[in-house]
């Protein structure tokens, strides 16, 4: 038998008991892949990440990620609680760079007793990836009125930055409304693509640039609190709709609230000539849970 130690993170969030969770296995050398799948459902979180030595030793460490039903290259909250977590086991601040499968990554991190802060660049720029489901399909499988998404500038789109999802624009009260029909999800074959995530203009917060849900039964996951993966991809719908303006700008994106978990996820946009040039992706965490695992 061997023991691992692990922490528990509530991400996207300055309080506890909000955000998304997190399981951190530190020092998670000597894991099969089969055992880290295992451990992840045995958490039955969003995500669990695994700490591992780095292959380069110039760099901090490697992090592997799983939902309950698969490995990710990439996820943007447990990218943001390991590397905060990271930080305060190892008393580093700072940048520290993180392999990832879907490349290195750049983090920005501070961290103290109970909680932290952290921003990552995302070395994959968002890029529309393929053709979204017909609109009747994700209107049926989410629940929504006939109608009720934009066809617009906002048409849906299937776009990544690392991972894919189905970018869908609705008015507040409608996304707020939404639901999954487990029925008529599956109709939807989203082949090498997390899920659907659903946006309005606006929010709850008075600052906020846009109200989010992010649905994906297929990874095991009914609905995200905060994902930081699909906000990272949000700029290519973004900026193929004409929503963003040249230079710097900094998006509040609210998520969570329809599950009681408010979250707020931080994303720096950089566009030049109508092109996005740089995705930052940040937000804050808190310290819930130091365990053990037997295996």
Known sequence: MSIYNFETWDVFTDRKFAGNQLAVVMDAEGLSTEQMQTITREFNLAETAFVLPPKDPAHTARLRIFTPGYEMPFAGHPTIGSSIAIARARGLSGDIRLELNAGLFSVHVSADEDRG???????????????????????????LPAGSIDMGNHQ?????????????????????????????????ALDETVGVYLYADGGDARDASYHVRMFAPGAGIMEDPATGAAAAGFPGQLI????????????????????????????????????????????????????????
């Open 156 to 188: 849906p789109r299937k776009v990544g930055a690392g991972v894919n999802f189905i970018y869908v624009r609705a008015t507040l009260e409608n996304v707020k409304n939404a639901k999954v029909d487990s029925a008529a999800w599956d109709a939807l």
């Open 117 to 143: 802060e952290a921003a990552f660049i995302n070395p994959n720029l968002p890029a529309e990836t393929g053709a979204a489901p017909k609109t009747e399909l994700i209107e049926a499988a989410l629940s």
């Open 240 to 295: 193929r709709a004409g929503a963003l303006k040249e230079g710097e700008q900094t998006l509040l994106i609210e998520q969570g609230f329809e599950m009681g978990r408010p979250s707020q996820i931080f994303a720096t946009v950089q566009v030049d000539k109508g092109a996005v040039q740089s995705v930052k992706i940040g937000g804050k965490a808190v310290h819930m849970q130091t365990g053990q695992l037997f295996v």
